[in-house]
Protein backbone atom coordinates (compact mmCIF):
# COMPACT_ATOMS: atom_id res chain seq x y z
CA UNK A 1 0.00 0.00 0.00
CA UNK A 2 1.37 3.28 -0.95
CA UNK A 3 2.05 5.96 2.02
CA UNK A 4 0.40 9.11 0.22
CA UNK A 5 -2.89 8.04 -1.70
CA UNK A 6 -3.66 10.08 -4.48
CA UNK A 7 -6.53 12.17 -2.72
CA UNK A 8 -3.70 13.07 -0.14
CA UNK A 9 -1.16 14.34 -2.58
CA UNK A 10 -4.08 16.05 -4.25
CA UNK A 11 -5.20 17.91 -1.41
CA UNK A 12 -1.53 18.70 -0.98
CA UNK A 13 -0.64 19.92 -4.21
CA UNK A 14 -3.90 21.82 -4.05
CA UNK A 15 -5.01 20.46 -7.37
CA UNK A 16 -9.18 19.84 -8.46
CA UNK A 17 -10.32 17.29 -10.78
CA UNK A 18 -8.93 14.06 -12.69
CA UNK A 19 -6.89 15.89 -15.50
CA UNK A 20 -3.37 15.55 -13.88
CA UNK A 21 -4.25 12.18 -11.55
CA UNK A 22 -1.73 9.28 -13.85
CA UNK A 23 1.05 11.98 -13.43
CA UNK A 24 0.38 12.84 -9.74
CA UNK A 25 0.36 8.46 -9.33
CA UNK A 26 3.46 8.62 -11.21
CA UNK A 27 5.00 11.34 -8.73
CA UNK A 28 4.01 9.85 -5.67
CA UNK A 29 5.85 6.57 -6.75
CA UNK A 30 8.78 8.84 -7.89
CA UNK A 31 8.99 10.63 -4.60
CA UNK A 32 8.79 7.32 -2.69
CA UNK A 33 11.71 5.49 -4.43
CA UNK A 34 13.49 8.29 -4.27
CA UNK A 35 12.99 8.96 -0.30
CA UNK A 36 13.49 5.27 -0.05
CA UNK A 37 17.03 5.83 -1.87
CA UNK A 38 17.90 8.74 0.32
CA UNK A 39 16.90 6.56 3.51
CA UNK A 40 18.76 3.08 2.42
CA UNK A 41 15.77 1.41 3.37
CA UNK A 42 12.17 1.03 2.67
CA UNK A 43 9.18 2.93 4.11
CA UNK A 44 7.93 -0.53 5.16
CA UNK A 45 11.04 -0.76 7.42
CA UNK A 46 8.77 1.80 9.84
CA UNK A 47 6.24 1.14 12.23
CA UNK A 48 4.58 3.69 12.61
CA UNK A 49 5.87 6.19 9.78
CA UNK A 50 7.89 9.19 11.31
CA UNK A 51 5.61 12.19 10.39
CA UNK A 52 9.49 13.64 8.98
CA UNK A 53 9.42 11.04 5.89
CA UNK A 54 5.32 11.17 5.75
CA UNK A 55 6.34 15.05 4.96
CA UNK A 56 9.82 14.20 3.13
CA UNK A 57 7.35 12.26 0.57
CA UNK A 58 4.72 14.87 0.21
CA UNK A 59 7.56 17.73 -0.38
CA UNK A 60 9.13 15.09 -2.90
CA UNK A 61 5.69 15.09 -5.03
CA UNK A 62 5.22 18.90 -4.55
CA UNK A 63 8.70 19.73 -6.04
CA UNK A 64 8.38 17.40 -8.91
CA UNK A 65 5.10 18.13 -9.95
CA UNK A 66 6.17 22.05 -9.36
CA UNK A 67 9.31 21.90 -10.67
CA UNK A 68 8.54 19.28 -13.24
CA UNK A 69 10.56 21.30 -16.04
CA UNK A 70 13.50 22.46 -14.12
CA UNK A 71 13.85 20.58 -11.06
CA UNK A 72 17.29 21.05 -9.51
CA UNK A 73 17.84 17.35 -8.19
CA UNK A 74 20.94 17.93 -6.48
CA UNK A 75 19.34 20.65 -4.29
CA UNK A 76 16.20 18.77 -3.55
CA UNK A 77 18.38 15.18 -2.95
CA UNK A 78 21.00 17.84 -0.35
CA UNK A 79 17.16 19.06 1.36
CA UNK A 80 15.89 15.36 1.75
CA UNK A 81 19.50 13.93 2.91
CA UNK A 82 19.16 16.93 5.48
CA UNK A 83 15.58 16.51 6.67
CA UNK A 84 15.89 12.52 6.49
CA UNK A 85 19.44 12.23 8.34
CA UNK A 86 18.48 11.31 11.76
CA UNK A 87 16.65 7.63 9.77
CA UNK A 88 19.01 7.05 7.30
CA UNK A 89 21.18 3.63 7.33
CA UNK A 90 24.61 3.67 6.62
CA UNK A 91 24.46 1.31 3.81
CA UNK A 92 21.89 -0.72 1.80
Partial sequence: MAVITLAEAKT?????????????????????????????????????????????VLYTIAYLYEYRETADFDAMIKFLRTILAPYRKEEF
Avoid at 15 to 37: F, R, W
Fill in 12 to 56: YLRVDGTIEDDLITKLIGSATATVENVLRQPLSAFDPLPDDIHTA
